[in-house]
């Protein structure tokens, strides 16, 4: 529980640090640095950042019809989330589950590079989530071998509501 906890204060100290060094939000626009931040805090859960993008959309882009296209997708969103926060539970399926969190860090990226209007390259959120995610599968093994996967439960809803509450930052 404490690799953990180290996990998460470091994904928030590069948040915080990469959304602070930012320039300030522009009408419509959201920072590289925040961008990039997010898709390292997606690696937590990417099931619920990509919904946490999606609303941030709706509400603040999608007035001016920019993000109509992204936020028909919105139920397909939700069920990929609730799968993602599902699976991420149950310590065999979990690591099945790795894999397309892979492709869904990605997906986040892109739709921080495009739908969020940033100039950042999909590529730097892309690589900055993917390393959170293979720091995150080094410990979802330790905890699991530690706790013969009891902890996973706990573990994982700690990382859905970090993942929540830094979307929230970060948006």
């Known amino acids: 529980m404490k690799m953990i906890l180290l996990l998460i204060i470091a994904v ?54 920019e993000s109509a296209w992204f936020l028909k997708w919105l139920w397909l969103f939700w069920i990929v989330a609730f799968i993602d926060v599902t699976l991420d539970k149950i310590p065999g399926a979990a690591t099945i589950n790795h ?3 892979y492709l869904l860090i990605w997906f986040v990226a892109w739709a921080g590079a495009t739908v969020l209007n940033s100039d950042v390259s999909m590529l730097l959120g892309g690589l900055a989530g993917s390393g959170v995610q293979l720091t995150r599968q080094a410990y979802h ?31």
């Open 12 to 65: 928030l100290v590069v948040a915080l640090v990469w959304s602070w060094a930012a320039p300030a939000r522009q009408q419509g626009k959201v920072s590289k640095g925040r961008v990039v931040a997010l898709s390292a805090v997606s690696a937590l859960s990417p099931g619920i950042a990509l919904l946490s993008v999606a609303y941030y959309a709706r509400r603040n882009l999608n007035a001016r019809g």
């Open 141 to 171: 093994a330790g905890t699991d071998y530690a706790t013969l996967g009891v902890g996973a439960p706990v573990r994982s809803t700690i990382e859905d509501v970090a993942t929540w509450v830094f979307t929230r930052i970060l948006l």
């Open 99 to 101: 894999v397309v969190e």
